[in-house]
């Protein structure tokens, strides 16, 4: 049971133009959620964050947007420069018994073309 | 800081032998780690969750006998795969926390490639 979908597996974007990747989620209670970007034969490295008080989150070039109604979160690269091309993970924080874990999407392959 | 290495970073071996992955906080105490395994086009599923010098804690359909975990210092962690099998074959990362179990503040491995023929 996927509690967090991406449900676009890849994405092709031109340089300077706006990268949107895109994260649903089931569980109701789930109230952080993360970002994370890997390039290939690298770990996940974290990206950017949000609470589920916020609706928007914003570092750099990089912000994220959360609709809780919608159980509906998403990433804005903009503009998107070729270093960007890596696979991103959504991932929601799990909380159970005093401790917490990740709980990952599949990931999206953004490529971004000079 | 906060990097986190894992070795090997690919290893191939036989049906019914058993392999060991190490991984390292560098540059930090690790007081929990956690292995996640990565099916190709798949998400990284948490496989267990490690504390410094207690048992780890396996999540559901993991068998504990068959992938031990070790967490013997606050750098390192390790991952034995015992008796492989050929659906033992993954993309297996760890990642390191200096917190009590705080998702979002884990740094990751780059990764172990395993292959069993």
């Known amino acids: 049971d996927q509690q967090v979908k991406q449900n676009s597996p890849s994405l092709s974007v031109q340089e300077g133009r706006i990268s949107i990747l895109n994260c649903d989620y089931t569980?109701?209670?789930?109230?952080?959620f993360l970002w994370y970007k890997k390039y290939p034969a690298e770990g996940p490295t974290f990206l950017i964050s949000i609470s589920s008080i916020k609706d928007k989150n914003e570092d750099g070039r990089f912000t994220v947007f959360l609709n809780k109604s919608a159980k509906h979160l998403s990433l804005h690269i903009v503009p998107s420069q070729p270093g960007d091309s890596a696979v991103y993970f959504c991932?929601?924080?799990?909380?159970?018994?005093?401790?917490?874990?990740?709980?990952f999407g599949k990931g999206t392959k953004l490529t971004v073309n000079p | 800081g906060a990097v986190v290495s894992q070795h090997p970073s690919r290893v191939i071996c036989k049906s019914g032998t058993s392999v060991k992955i190490e991984c390292r906080s560098l540059?930090?105490?690790?007081?929990?780690m956690f292995w996640y395994r990565q099916f190709p086009k798949q998400s990284l599923m948490l496989m267990a969750t490690s504390n410094e010098g207690s048992k780890a804690t396996y999540e559901q359909g993991v068998e504990k006998d068959k992938f031990l975990i070790n967490h013997a210092s606050l750098t390192l962690s390790t991952l034995t795969v015992t008796s492989a099998h050929p659906e033992d074959s993954s993309f297996y990362i760890c990642?390191?926390?200096?917190?009590?179990?705080?998702?979002?503040?884990?740094?990751f491995g780059p990764g172990t490639r395993l292959t069993v023929t």
């Open positions: 540059d930090f105490q690790a007081t929990t």
């Open positions: 991932a929601a924080i799990w909380r159970q018994g005093g401790s917490e874990k990740l709980v």
């Open positions: 990642s390191a926390s200096r917190g009590q179990g705080k998702g979002y503040e884990q740094y």
């Open positions: 569980n109701s209670m789930f109230d952080y």
